[in-house]
């Protein structure tokens, strides 16, 4: 399991070989979706059924990429544009007001505080599926049904987001330096970007990365709200087996289109997210 090395007065703990084992396991188990995806979509209807099927990628992957991007019913990029529209808004609206939201519940001394913080946070134990109903008449009277706007509205800010940002804050920002700004002449508004902001920057990243996929995910919501000629992309990608027969390569094609952007995102920002929750670790 685990090593001590010996470096002057300091024990360093080193893992073992059992660490490194279980972290390779849970790495295969992650990625073994993902291989499968590939495996199936680059084949063709016949291979998930194949009792031999082969364990190394066909070479139909691109003919089926194209299949679906072409693919009338799916209406790709108009999905893969809605998608990126929601999933951008939603997450940036949930990081603006769960940090204004955070910052207010954790430092600011108000009547009814911890009242509504708890209403807040007990709002977290409501189904969604209980607020279907009432939210699908509100979105017909205002007229938004088979809009963005009724998949973008609902969900500018989240209970969890609160949370999230208010017992980071609390951990984050002493009390000390919201006085010390206000001392050198700085308003409320100043204090919340020159002090707050930057104490909050790694977990806004966090509640950024993990807002935008599950925007970018959702399926129930939008599949209610929205028709066919505007769906995200979960739902367009719903239509490829519609059908009575199912095209297994061609789902998982589409499922696996669906990751990329993800993809890029993590790659683009995995490394400023690291550097972010570092700093917040040594700073804290």
């Known amino acids: 399991m685990a090593r001590t090395l010996k470096r002057g007065s300091?024990?360093?703990?080193?893992?073992?070989?059992?660490?490194?084992?279980?972290?390779?396991?849970?790495?295969?188990?992650?990625?073994?979706?993902?291989?499968?995806?590939?495996?199936?979509?680059?084949?063709?209807?016949?291979?998930?059924?194949?009792?031999?099927?082969?364990?190394?990628?066909g070479g139909n992957f691109?003919?089926?990429?194209?299949?679906?991007?072409?693919?009338?019913?799916?209406?790709?990029?108009?999905?893969?544009?809605?998608?990126?529209?929601?999933?951008?808004?939603?997450?940036?609206s949930t990081v603006v007001l769960s940090t204004l939201a955070g910052f207010a519940f954790a430092r600011l001394r108000f009547k009814g505080n911890?009242?509504?913080y708890v209403a807040v946070i007990a709002t977290m134990a409501v189904p969604v599926q209980l607020g279907v109903v009432p939210l699908y008449i509100l979105m017909a009277e205002y007229g938004w049904t088979g809009s963005l706007g009724a998949v973008i509205?609902?969900?500018?800010?989240?209970?969890?987001?609160?949370?999230?940002?208010?017992?980071?804050?609390?951990?984050?920002?002493?009390?000390?330096?919201?006085?010390?700004?206000?001392?050198?002449?700085?308003?409320?508004?100043?204090?919340?970007?020159?002090?707050?902001?930057?104490?909050?920057?790694?977990?806004?990243?966090?509640?950024?990365?993990?807002t935008f996929v599950t925007a970018w995910n959702?399926?129930?919501?939008?599949?209610?709200?929205?028709?066919?000629?505007?769906?995200?992309?979960?739902?367009?990608?719903?239509m490829l087996q519609a059908n009575y027969f199912v095209d297994y390569s061609l789902v998982l094609t589409g499922v696996l289109l669906a990751t990329v952007p993800l993809l890029i995102l993590f790659v683009f920002t995995g490394r400023q997210l690291v550097t972010g929750i570092m700093q917040g670790a040594l700073k804290g």
């Not at 084949?43 to 194949?50: I, P």
């Not at 003919?63 to 951008?88: E, H, M, R, Y």
């Not at 939008?222 to 979960?234: A, F, H, V």
Request: aromatic share 14%; hydrophobic share 55%.
């Open 218 to 238: 959702n399926f129930f919501w939008p599949l209610i709200i929205l028709d066919q000629s505007n769906p995200t992309l979960p739902v367009a990608l719903s």
């Open 114 to 116: 911890g009242v509504l």
């Open 62 to 92: 691109l003919d089926n990429a194209v299949s679906v991007i072409q693919n009338p019913a799916v209406n790709f990029w108009k999905a893969l544009g809605n998608s990126i529209i929601v999933s951008t808004t939603v997450a940036v």
């Open 10 to 57: 300091a024990d360093i703990l080193r893992p073992g070989w059992f660490v490194y084992a279980a972290l390779a396991a849970v790495v295969v188990a992650a990625l073994f979706p993902f291989y499968w995806s590939l495996l199936v979509g680059s084949g063709d209807a016949s291979t998930v059924r194949d009792p031999n099927m082969s364990w190394i990628p």
């Open 153 to 210: 509205v609902p969900a500018l800010v989240t209970a969890f987001g609160v949370f999230w940002m208010t017992q980071y804050l609390q951990q984050s920002l002493p009390y000390e330096l919201i006085e010390a700004a206000r001392v050198d002449g700085c308003n409320m508004i100043r204090t919340f970007w020159h002090v707050a902001v930057p104490a909050a920057r790694p977990a806004a990243a966090m509640l950024f990365l993990f």
